[in-house]
Nanobody, 115 residues
Framework: QVQFVESGGGEVQPGGSLRLSCAAAGSITLIYIMGWYRQAPGKQRELVASIVASSMSNYADSVKGRFTISRDNAKNTAYLQMNSLKPEDTAVYYC?????????WGQGTQVTVSS
């Protein structure tokens, strides 16, 4: 069983940056694909970035070139570096396995991009 705790969100102006962290209570070593998800008000939760083991990463078209996912299995932590943030990136961000395990969802961290 793994529990995730997301942190690092906040309010930034367009063009700003944030680095999100996802700390796992439990080992993420056996989670082959880690993902970052987001849910904006009135919208479904979507996968924005995923990383296979510690190498191959994939991104939604909407964040490609601006977001970078990474993971540190030794620290049981995943990260999402977000640059050039846009108002449409405003959402609650979550981490989970990909595909997600319903038992692993944490509380998420709010990211608000506003001038």
């Amino acid at each position: 069983q793994v529990q995730f705790v997301e942190s690092g969100g906040g309010e930034v102006q367009p063009g700003g940056s944030l680095r999100l962290s996802c700390a796992a209570a439990g080992s993420i070593t056996l989670i082959y694909i880690m993902g970052w998800y987001r849910q904006a008000p009135g919208k479904q939760r979507e996968l924005v970035a995923s990383i296979v083991a510690s190498s191959m990463s994939n991104y939604a078209d909407s964040v490609k070139g601006r977001f970078t996912i990474s993971r540190d299995n030794a620290k049981n932590t995943a990260y999402l570096q977000m640059n050039s943030l846009k108002p449409e990136d405003t959402a609650v961000y979550y981490c989970n396995a990909a595909p997600p395990n319903g038992n692993y969802w944490g509380q998420g961290t709010q990211v608000t991009v506003s001038s």
